[in-house]
């Protein structure tokens, strides 16, 4: 029993006929064919699935595919691609922010988020407003470094405008 549905993902629009059960996360990683969002609790309360859903980070495994009718998702696959990749994406390599890489993609998409609500505005803001977003090498230190080079490079632009 499939349910039909119209999301916009990664810019590109998609009907799809999805199964009631089906989480955002497993749709992405099976049919979408999009591994880059990352599979790691399974339960909401790592991270490592964040993708973002009309601009707001959301955690892709706590979400039912079905309810997304007409949304935009953006996963890391949608931020920047190698040879142009986003500022963050840049930012965390220039910081290695990303050491073992597993938790890279949710944190990238967590940190677009970030941008996007607004909310941060010091060092202290950013590691609060991240840590829903686990690494389990400790990379926290360089995470907040890139973050805060794209807000001083970008102050106040959307991730969209970031990426431009």
Not at 21 to 43: A, F, I, N, Q, S
Request: glycine fraction near 12%.
């Amino acid at each position: 029993m499939a349910i039909p549905i119209v999301i916009t993902l990664n810019g590109r629009q998609e009907r799809l006929n999805v199964a009631p059960w089906v989480t955002l996360l497993d749709l992405l990683r099976g049919p979408m064919e999009l591994p880059g969002t990352k599979k790691g609790c399974d339960h909401g309360q790592c991270g490592a699935c964040t993708v973002l859903i009309d601009g707001q980070r959301v955690n892709s495994c706590l979400k039912l595919a079905v309810t997304l009718d007409g949304a935009e998702i953006t996963t890391i696959e949608g931020l920047g691609q190698p040879g142009n990749l986003h500022a963050l994406q840049q930012a965390f390599v220039d910081h290695d922010s990303y050491q073992c890489g597993y938790c890279t993609p949710g944190q990238i998409c967590s940190a677009a988020g970030l941008m996007n609500e607004g909310h941060a505005h010091s060092r202290e803001e950013i590691r609060e407003l991240m840590s829903g977003n686990l690494c389990r090498c400790g990379a926290y230190t360089n995470i907040a470094d890139a973050i805060e080079q794209v807000m001083g490079q970008q102050s106040g632009k959307s991730y969209k405008e970031a990426a431009e």
